[in-house]
């Protein structure tokens, strides 16, 4: 089955500071990577995706790349705020196979003031 | 999203005890899924439905049994609460479309802490 590995797990960056989070898949017929994030107490929530016939998609101040030969995806956040505080997920899942989406493990972003 | 709701949003209850967590959605996703989530380990799918009356295990079974005899509807139940079973229960819902390059995203409800004592 899929694997999804997530790094940093934890990452702390200074407002106004870039911050990416990178994401490794395993199965090469996986073609759709969301990323959502969940503030404390909160659900996750979509906040972009891509797929696989796309190789970069931007949304104001984030973005995702995918590397399908590489078989790696990373969400790309610029200009920081202190709002963006919040645990990042990555998922990969396969339109016409299991569908089922695999998750990493989650990234702590943290925003310093 | 309004169009996925979780009740109750908190509960206590005791070893041994039964529970059930339920899980509605407006929008006739047909797939649905249960996950908890504890610190360090994410999101754990638990169980997953494609359609009324079909459910398959996730990766962490053990202990739940769930059932979906309407589309809107996928409760959880804990036949026998454990210790090991508090935690944070999600429950989604998503569409897979009807065609390649269609997955869509997965919609969470508000979640529902679960304290087992």
């Known amino acids: 089955g899929e694997n999804v590995e997530q790094h940093p797990s934890t990452l702390s960056v200074q407002e106004g500071d870039s911050a990416v989070i990178k994401c490794t898949y395993s199965?090469?017929?996986?073609?759709?990577f969301p990323w959502y994030k969940q503030e404390l107490g909160k659900r996750p929530q979509l906040i972009i995706d891509?797929?696989?016939?796309?190789g970069e998609k931007k949304d104001q101040r984030i973005a995702v790349t995918l590397n399908k030969t590489a078989k790696h995806f990373s969400l790309h956040i610029t200009e920081t705020q202190p709002e963006d505080s919040a645990v990042y997920f990555c998922?990969?899942?396969?339109?016409?196979?299991?569908?089922?989406?695999?998750f990493g493990r989650g990234t702590s972003l943290i925003v310093h003031p | 999203d309004a169009g996925i709701t979780q009740s109750p949003r908190y509960k206590i209850t005791e070893t041994g005890r039964q529970v059930t967590l339920m899980c509605h959605q407006t929008?006739?996703?047909?797939?649905m899924f249960w996950y908890r989530q504890d610190l360090g380990h994410g999101l754990r799918l638990i169980y997953y439905?494609?359609?009324?009356?079909?459910?398959d295990k996730g990766e962490v079974p053990d202990g739940y049994v769930v059932s979906r005899s309407k589309t809107e509807n996928f409760p959880l139940t804990l036949e026998s609460a454990t210790r090991s079973q508090t935690s944070v229960y999600f429950c989604?819902?998503?569409?897979?479309?009807?065609?390649?390059?269609?997955?869509?995203?997965?919609?969470f409800g508000d979640g529902t802490r679960l304290s087992i004592l």
């Open positions: 989604a819902s998503s569409d897979p479309g009807d065609a390649d390059y269609s997955n869509q995203p997965q919609h």
């Open positions: 439905s494609a359609a009324a009356d079909i459910t």
């Open positions: 199965d090469s017929a996986s073609n759709y």
């Open positions: 998922a990969a899942s396969e339109s016409g196979g299991s569908y089922i989406p695999t």
């Open positions: 929008w006739s996703h047909s797939y």
């Open positions: 891509i797929r696989s016939n796309v």
